[in-house]
């Protein structure tokens, strides 16, 4: 009766192992559902408690009933010899089970995972080699590369636009900025659309992927603000140099 009992006590602890050991990890890594904590918890209570039905069968057995006499001495010592064995093999393979599911630990992974993220992302790609070569090309240089900065950018080129900052240090300042407020005028007109595109493209957060804001669709369109700006602002310059030019003839 104890030999059929721990026998049963084993195979249940290598099924309450087994289980244990695959619900922890289907739960943490199951595509398509979010991960339950509470489900990887029960699969290691799982898991811990197979490993102990199968370290200790013939103990707990034993405290159930009662195990008989050994048939000779030899035997006796084959039998210890035996779950000392067992004992070993167990320990050995629940300890490799265990660190296995450590490793897949959140704690672990999340590190693991945010590590091999940044080591991708430091890799350089082709389409890296092209922006640099459109900020040389297009003397961006001091265009920005973060997209907090690229957004701050954005709204002090609508400060320039819409006259909201006197940073004109010439004295035709009231003349450029009167060219700048005509929306008649075809430069200022597209510096305005520029302005609404930026406005329609952007977002909070850049998108996922982006390592420079060139590469982006808000990116690009603050870049075509910025010439839109400049632009205008040089035909506003034009035309108040015109204007004092003709004022002067008539003085």
Request: charged share 20%; proline share 4%; with cysteine.
């Given at each position: 009766?104890?030999?059929?009992?721990?026998?049963?006590?084993?195979?249940?602890?290598?099924?309450?192992?087994?289980?244990?050991?695959?619900?922890a990890l289907r739960h943490r890594f199951?595509?398509?559902?979010?991960?339950?904590?509470?489900?990887?918890?029960?699969?290691?209570?799982?898991?811990?408690?197979?490993?102990?039905?199968?370290?200790?069968?013939?103990?707990?057995?034993?405290?159930?009933?009662?195990?008989?006499?050994?048939?000779?001495?030899?035997?006796?010592?084959?039998?210890?010899?035996?779950?000392?064995?067992?004992?070993?093999?167990?320990?050995?393979?629940?300890?490799?089970?265990?660190?296995?599911?450590?490793?897949?630990?959140?704690?672990?992974?999340?590190?693991?995972?945010?590590?091999?993220?940044?080591?991708?992302?430091?890799?350089?790609?082709?389409?890296?080699?092209?922006?640099?070569?459109?900020?040389?090309?297009?003397?961006?240089?001091?265009?920005?590369?973060?997209?907090?900065?690229?957004?701050?950018?954005?709204?002090?080129?609508?400060?320039?636009?819409?006259?909201?900052?006197?940073?004109?240090?010439?004295?035709?300042?009231?003349?450029?900025?009167?060219?700048?407020?005509?929306?008649?005028?075809?430069?200022?007109?597209?510096?305005?659309?520029?302005?609404?595109?930026?406005?329609?493209?952007?977002?909070?957060?850049?998108?996922?992927?982006?390592?420079?804001?060139?590469?982006?669709?808000?990116?690009?369109?603050?870049?075509?603000?910025?010439?839109?700006?400049?632009?205008?602002?040089?035909?506003?310059?034009?035309?108040?140099?015109a204007h004092a030019r003709a004022h002067?003839?008539?003085?």
């Amino acid at each position: 009766m104890h030999a059929l009992l721990t026998t049963v006590l084993a195979l249940t602890g290598v099924g309450l192992t087994v289980w244990g050991f695959g619900r922890a990890l289907r739960h943490r890594f199951r595509v398509g559902r979010p991960w339950s904590p509470r489900a990887r918890r029960s699969g290691l209570a799982l898991y811990a408690v197979g490993g102990l039905l199968l370290l200790l069968p013939d103990v707990l057995a034993g405290a159930v009933v009662s195990a008989g006499a050994a048939g000779s001495e030899a035997g006796a010592v084959l039998a210890t010899l035996a779950w000392l064995v067992w004992r070993a093999a167990v320990v050995l393979g629940w300890g490799l089970g265990a660190v296995a599911l450590g490793l897949t630990s959140a704690r672990v992974v999340r590190p693991a995972h945010a590590g091999v993220v940044r080591m991708v992302a430091a890799v350089p790609r082709r389409v890296d080699f092209e922006h640099a070569r459109l900020r040389r090309r297009a003397g961006y240089g001091d265009f920005p590369r973060e997209w907090a900065a690229l957004i701050e950018h954005d709204r002090a080129l609508a400060h320039r636009l819409l006259g909201q900052s006197n940073h004109f240090d010439d004295g035709a300042h009231p003349q450029v900025a009167a060219t700048l407020g005509d929306w008649s005028d075809p430069m200022t007109r597209r510096a305005m659309e520029a302005l609404v595109e930026c406005d329609r493209v952007r977002t909070p957060e850049p998108p996922l992927g982006t390592r420079d804001v060139l590469g982006s669709e808000y990116g690009r369109a603050v870049a075509a603000f910025e010439s839109a700006v400049v632009a205008a602002e040089e035909n506003a310059r034009a035309h108040a140099r015109a204007h004092a030019r003709a004022h002067s003839l008539s003085a």
